[in-house]
Structure formats: C-alpha cells, structure tokens
C-alpha cells in the first residue's frame, strides 16, 4: 500500500523557519521524482519543489532562495526546509511522488500524501 505522509507543518511567525517531511511507503522511493506542492484557501494547487532521484532540484520562482528540498534514500525521506517565511506561504503543503524528471506538473505526479498545514502570521 503506498502511502506518504508528512509533518513538520505548524504556526509560526514571519520571518521564521520551519522543516516538512515526507516519509514514503510502498513507491519506488529512489528511482522517484519527489515534489512539494501548497494550496492555499480559494487557489489552486500550486508546485513549490522537487528533487530528482539524482539529486537535482528545482524551485517555483516565489520560494527560490528560501526554500531548501532534498531526500534521504536509505529513510525514504524527502524534506523541505523553507527559511525566511512570508504570510503569503501559508496554505497546505503536500508531498507527491512521480516517475517523471523533475516535474513540475501535478498532473505527473501519481501519489499523494494528505498535506500538512503552514500557518504564516505577520
């Protein structure tokens, strides 16, 4: 059964950090291109990173310089250090998995994990 599921959400306050994981069950973790994804009240899904398989990276242009992912095969681990926080960050954050290089179209993604909450307070 696959299953990702994250945590490290929570309430902080601007300008303040936080760190997301995401532990992967039953996907092929290190062959898999893992993305972090948010929605926010009344918006759409939106790509915030991801990390191939190889290691590289790649960043919506909103999170570029403060957000941080990488994986841990041997844990079949994904995280997201995200510094400098802004209240427009708040919104649920999602993990998903994909076998597509460094996508960042949801719609390549096959699996999903339940989301986490983000809450940016000014």
């Known amino acids: 059964q696959v299953q990702l599921v994250e945590s490290g959400g929570g309430l902080v306050q601007a300008g303040e950090s936080l760190r997301l994981s995401c532990a992967a069950n039953?996907?092929?973790?290190?062959?898999?291109?893992m993305g972090w994804f948010r929605q926010a009240p009344g918006k759409e899904r939106e790509f915030v990173a991801s990390?191939?398989?190889?290691?590289?990276?790649r960043y919506a242009d909103s999170v570029k310089d403060r957000f941080t992912t990488s994986r841990n095969n041997a844990k079949s681990t994904v995280y997201l250090q995200m510094n400098s926080l802004k209240p427009e960050d708040t919104a649920v954050y999602y993990c998903a998995a994909s076998n597509k290089p460094l996508s960042i179209d949801l719609r390549e993604y096959d699996y999903w994990g339940q989301g986490t909450q983000v809450t940016v307070s000014s």
């Open positions: 990390i191939s398989r190889s290691h590289f990276e």
């Open positions: 039953g996907v092929p973790f290190s062959s898999s291109t």
